[in-house]
């Protein structure tokens, strides 16, 4: 290819991605993470980072925050996990740390859980990092990283390693493209490379400045088991009460209901 023809698809290239950065808002504007899409590989909230999603999300903070939460297992929807945080942020560094409190499930009645995680943004290079801890009363603790991309500002790719220190049992990769100002495609997936199991999730955002909502559905492309992401339907419903108040509600297909009160 001549240098002219490259300079010419340049300029093309970035007028064409430059309306949709323009009307999407500033990089990395926490408004726009209410809710996550796709599991949170490469869509993560600016919350959830703390709650097994990509933690370099966490970075999307950028005010602090007080946040309170319940979970339910089950088609009872009997809440058996209540939570309760606080979120940081500055256009550097964010980050989180909440208490769990479990009363049945999973875990016997009464065990406490310690999320904790830290997103750093490296602007000049499109690049957030991100780590998360878990720890349960009387056990180890659990360790997720992960890795957010931006080559331009209308496309992100997204990579993490849940229970790294187990090694690479399990690695999340997934790809958002910003098609419009209030549409956003989404593409996760995930491998056990010991098992050969894994997932692949596309997904839909749709957003405004108060409301937000995505959808996805996850299949099995190898395997029998699901590796990271659920091989079955998830959705996200975000709402900006008003500039000081937050309402979300997510639903994983285990199933779990998810449902948080944000306030900064």
């Known amino acids: 290819m001549k240098p002219s023809h490259f300079l010419v698809l340049s300029l093309v290239f970035e007028f064409l991605t430059s309306g949709i950065v323009h009307a999407y808002g500033s990089y990395g504007r926490e408004d726009q993470t209410m809710i996550s899409n796709g599991q949170g590989v490469s869509s993560p909230s600016f919350w959830e980072g703390l709650k097994s999603q990509n933690p370099a999300g966490l970075s999307y903070n950028q005010r602090l925050k007080f946040q309170a939460g319940a979970a339910a297992f089950g088609s009872d929807l009997d809440p058996i996990r209540a939570s309760g945080g606080v979120l940081f942020g500055s256009s550097v560094l964010g980050g989180g740390i909440e208490y769990s409190q479990f009363d049945s499930g999973a875990y016997s009645s009464g065990t406490g859980a310690i999320q904790w995680g830290l997103g750093g943004n490296i602007d000049a290079l499109r690049l957030r990092l991100g780590v998360s801890g878990r720890h349960l ?38 790809l958002t493209f910003m098609l419009d100002p209030a549409i956003d495609l989404v593409v996760d997936g995930s491998l056990a490379p010991s098992t050969s199991h894994g997932v692949v999730k596309p997904g839909i955002t749709f957003h405004s400045d108060r409301f937000q909502v ?50 900064r």
């Open 214 to 263: 995505s959808a996805s559905y996850g299949f099995r492309y190898r395997g029998t088991t699901d590796p990271l992401l659920y091989a079955r339907f998830s959705g996200a419903l975000g709402l900006k009460v008003s500039d000081h108040v937050f309402l979300e509600y997510s639903y994983r297909g285990l199933p779990e209901h998810l449902l948080g009160l944000t306030l």
């Open 137 to 174: 009363s009387g056990s180890n603790g659990s360790y997720t990283v992960g890795l957010l991309f931006e080559p331009v500002r209308a496309v992100r790719f997204g990579l993490m390693v849940p229970s790294i220190q187990n090694g690479m049992d399990v690695v999340g990769a997934g």
